[in-house]
C-alpha cells in the first residue's frame, strides 16, 4: 500500500513537472510571434520571469515528492520513534518536527524565490526583514496552529465519527480567520487611513451602491516589501476593510483604481466570497471523510500508531494531490465569477477604464499576459488577462461605447 501511494504521488508530479515544462515551451513559442499589451522590452521581460516561476514549480513539486518518499519510507516511523509517549504534548511535538523538517528544505526554494523577485524588481525589502517576517509567522503558527491541531487531535482520538467533527471544526476556524486576517496582517504592515478626500468620497458612494459597508478604507505599506499593485476587501461584518497597496495609489489614476474596486465590488454582489467558502467546504468535507477512513493496514506497514498526529500528518503529505483532482472544476467556477465581477465593475465605471487599468496592471507586475489553454484550465483562478482585456474591448466595440 505504501509503495502504492508512493507510486500514485509520483504520477501526480510527473503531470505537474510536465505542465510546467509544456508551459515554458508554449511561452518561448508566444514570445518569438511578438509583444501584446506591452512593448518588446517589457514582453520580454515577462517572458523571462513567467519562466523563472515556472521552474520554481518544478523544483517544488520535485522536493515535494523528496518528502513523501522520505516520510513514507521510514522518516514517520523515526518520529514516532523518537517522540511518541502516548500523550498530547509528545504528538504535538512530532508535528512540529514534522513541519520543522519540510521548512527547512523548502526554504532554499523560498529563498531563491525571493531572490528571483529582487531580481525582476518586486521585491525590494531587505533580508533582514525577510527573515524577522519568517520568525513572526513561526511565532503564530506555533501559538495559534499549536492550538489548532490540539484541538484537531483531541477530536480524532475521542470521537468514533471525528472526521465529522474535525470538519466542522476545521470550517469554523476558517471563518474565524478571515474575520481576524486584517488584524494579523497589522503585525507585518502598517494601515493608515486614505487621505485622497476625493478619491475616498468615490469609493464610499460606489460602495453605497451596491450596499457594502465597511469600517473604513485604507492603504497599506505594501511598498516596504513588493512592488507589486493590488487592492482587496476582506473580513466578515463590521470587520470588513477597503484595503488598497500604496504601489497602487501611485500607479493608477482616480477611475482606473474605481474600476479595480468595482471588480472586487462585483464579487460582493455576486456573493463570490459566500460561493468560495461553500466550494473550500465541499473541499474540507471531501478531505477529512478520505482520510477519516485510512485503513489499519496502512498504519502497520508503516509501524506507526493509527493516531491523530500520524492521520493529520499523512492528509498534509497527500492534500495537495486531492485538490489537484477537484482544482480544474473549482477553477471554472471561479474563472466565470471573474468575468461577471468585470461586467460589474463596466457596469459601475466603464469597460474601457477597467480594460486599461487591467493593461496597467499586466505591465506594472509583469505578466506574461499570454498561457496556454490546458494550464489556464488547470491553475488558473482567474481568466488569462488577454481574455479579460479582449472581452471587454470587444463588448466596447459591439455596443459603440
Same mark, same amino acid.
Given at each position: 500500500?505504501?509503495?502504492?501511494?508512493?507510486?500514485?504521488?509520483?504520477?501526480?508530479?510527473?503531470?505537474?513537472?510536465?505542465?510546467?515544462?509544456?508551459?515554458?515551451?508554449?511561452?518561448?513559442?508566444?514570445?518569438?510571434?511578438?509583444?501584446?499589451?506591452?512593448?518588446?522590452?517589457?514582453?520580454?521581460?515577462?517572458?523571462?520571469?513567467?519562466?523563472?516561476?515556472?521552474?520554481?514549480?518544478?523544483?517544488?513539486?520535485?522536493?515535494?515528492?523528496?518528502?513523501?518518499?522520505?516520510?513514507?519510507?521510514?522518516?514517520?516511523?523515526?518520529?514516532?520513534?523518537?517522540?511518541?509517549?502516548?500523550?498530547?504534548?509528545?504528538?504535538?511535538?512530532?508535528?512540529?518536527?514534522?513541519?520543522?523538517?519540510?521548512?527547512?528544505?523548502?526554504?532554499?526554494?523560498?529563498?531563491?524565490?525571493?531572490?528571483?523577485?529582487?531580481?525582476?524588481?518586486?521585491?525590494?525589502?531587505?533580508?533582514?526583514?525577510?527573515?524577522?517576517?519568517?520568525?513572526?509567522?513561526?511565532?503564530?503558527?506555533?501559538?495559534?496552529?499549536?492550538?489548532?491541531?490540539?484541538?484537531?487531535?483531541?477530536?480524532?482520538?475521542?470521537?468514533?465519527?471525528?472526521?465529522?467533527?474535525?470538519?466542522?471544526?476545521?470550517? /469554523?476556524?476558517?471563518? @474565524?480567520?478571515?474575520? !481576524?486576517?486584517? $488584524?494579523?496582517?497589522?503585525?507585518?504592515?502598517? *494601515? +493608515?487611513? =486614505? #487621505?485622497?478626500?476625493?478619491?475616498?468620497?468615490?469609493?464610499?458612494?460606489?460602495?453605497?451602491?451596491?450596499?457594502?459597508?465597511?469600517?473604513?478604507?485604507?492603504?497599506?505599506?505594501?511598498?516596504?516589501?513588493?512592488?507589486?499593485?493590488?487592492?482587496?476587501?476582506?473580513?466578515?461584518?463590521?470587520?470588513?476593510?477597503?484595503?488598497?497597496?500604496?504601489?497602487?495609489?501611485?500607479?493608477?489614476?482616480?477611475?482606473?483604481?474605481?474600476?479595480?474596486?468595482?471588480?472586487?465590488?462585483?464579487?460582493?454582489?455576486?456573493?463570490?466570497?459566500?460561493?468560495?467558502?461553500?466550494? /473550500?467546504?465541499?473541499? @474540507?468535507?471531501?478531505? !477529512?471523510?478520505? $482520510?477519516?477512513?485510512?485503513?489499519?493496514?496502512? *498504519? +502497520?506497514? =508503516? #509501524?506507526?500508531?493509527?493516531?491523530?498526529?500520524?492521520?493529520?500528518?499523512?492528509?498534509?503529505?497527500?492534500?495537495?494531490?486531492?485538490?489537484?483532482?477537484?482544482?480544474?472544476?473549482?477553477?471554472?467556477?471561479?474563472?466565470?465569477?471573474?468575468?461577471?465581477?468585470?461586467?460589474?465593475?463596466?457596469?459601475?465605471?466603464?469597460?474601457?477604464?477597467?480594460?486599461?487599468?487591467?493593461?496597467?496592471?499586466?505591465?506594472?507586475?509583469?505578466?506574461?499576459?499570454?498561457?496556454?489553454?490546458?494550464?489556464?484550465?488547470?491553475?488558473?483562478?482567474?481568466?488569462?488577462?488577454?481574455?479579460?482585456?479582449?472581452? @471587454?474591448?470587444?463588448?466596447?466595440?459591439?455596443?459603440?461605447?
Amino acid at each position: 500500500m505504501v509503495s502504492f501511494l508512493i507510486a500514485l504521488y509520483g504520477i501526480y508530479v510527473f503531470v505537474k513537472i510536465l505542465l510546467e515544462i509544456k508551459e515554458v515551451i508554449f511561452i518561448k513559442e508566444e514570445f518569438k510571434k511578438g509583444p501584446v499589451l506591452m512593448d518588446l522590452e517589457s514582453f520580454k521581460i515577462s517572458a523571462i520571469y513567467s519562466i523563472y516561476k515556472h521552474t520554481l514549480e518544478i523544483f517544488n513539486s520535485l522536493i515535494s515528492l523528496f518528502l513523501v518518499v522520505f516520510w513514507l519510507s521510514g522518516g514517520l516511523f523515526i518520529l514516532n520513534f523518537l517522540f511518541y509517549k502516548g500523550d498530547l504534548l509528545s504528538e504535538l511535538k512530532i508535528l512540529f518536527v514534522f513541519f520543522a523538517v519540510n521548512y527547512f528544505l523548502t526554504l532554499p526554494v523560498h529563498i531563491w524565490e525571493k531572490q528571483i523577485d529582487k531580481k525582476f524588481g518586486f521585491n525590494v525589502a531587505p533580508w533582514s526583514m525577510f527573515f524577522v517576517d519568517e520568525i513572526k509567522k513561526i511565532i503564530l503558527f506555533l501559538i495559534f496552529g499549536g492550538a489548532f491541531f490540539a484541538g484537531l487531535i483531541y477530536f480524532i482520538e475521542h470521537f468514533k465519527n471525528w472526521w465529522f467533527i474535525g470538519f466542522v471544526f476545521s470550517f /469554523v476556524v476558517i471563518i @474565524l480567520i478571515n474575520v !481576524f486576517y486584517p $488584524f494579523f496582517l497589522a503585525l507585518f504592515n502598517k *494601515f +493608515e487611513p =486614505l #487621505k485622497d478626500e476625493e478619491l475616498k468620497n468615490s469609493i464610499e458612494d460606489m460602495m453605497k451602491k451596491v450596499g457594502f459597508n465597511s469600517n473604513g478604507i485604507y492603504v497599506m505599506d505594501q511598498s516596504k516589501r513588493d512592488t507589486r499593485l493590488n487592492a482587496y476587501f476582506f473580513g466578515f461584518g463590521k470587520s470588513k476593510r477597503v484595503v488598497l497597496f500604496d504601489t497602487l495609489v501611485r500607479k493608477l489614476n482616480k477611475e482606473e483604481i474605481l474600476a479595480v474596486l468595482g471588480h472586487e465590488l462585483g464579487h460582493f454582489k455576486n456573493k463570490d466570497i459566500l460561493k468560495n467558502i461553500l466550494i /473550500v467546504g465541499v473541499m @474540507l468535507f471531501v478531505i !477529512f471523510f478520505v $482520510f477519516g477512513h485510512l485503513p489499519d493496514a496502512l *498504519f +502497520e506497514e =508503516l #509501524k506507526i500508531p493509527k493516531n491523530g498526529v500520524n492521520i493529520i500528518i499523512l492528509a498534509l503529505l497527500f492534500m495537495d494531490m486531492i485538490m489537484f483532482i477537484f482544482q480544474p472544476v473549482i477553477n471554472l467556477i471561479s474563472r466565470y465569477n471573474e468575468f461577471k465581477a468585470d461586467e460589474f465593475s463596466s457596469e459601475l465605471v466603464n469597460k474601457k477604464t477597467l480594460a486599461r487599468a487591467l493593461r496597467k496592471l499586466v505591465v506594472e507586475n509583469k505578466h506574461f499576459p499570454k498561457v496556454s489553454k490546458l494550464y489556464s484550465k488547470i491553475y488558473y483562478t482567474h481568466p488569462p488577462i488577454l481574455e479579460r482585456i479582449e472581452r @471587454l474591448e470587444n463588448e466596447n466595440t459591439n455596443n459603440g461605447d
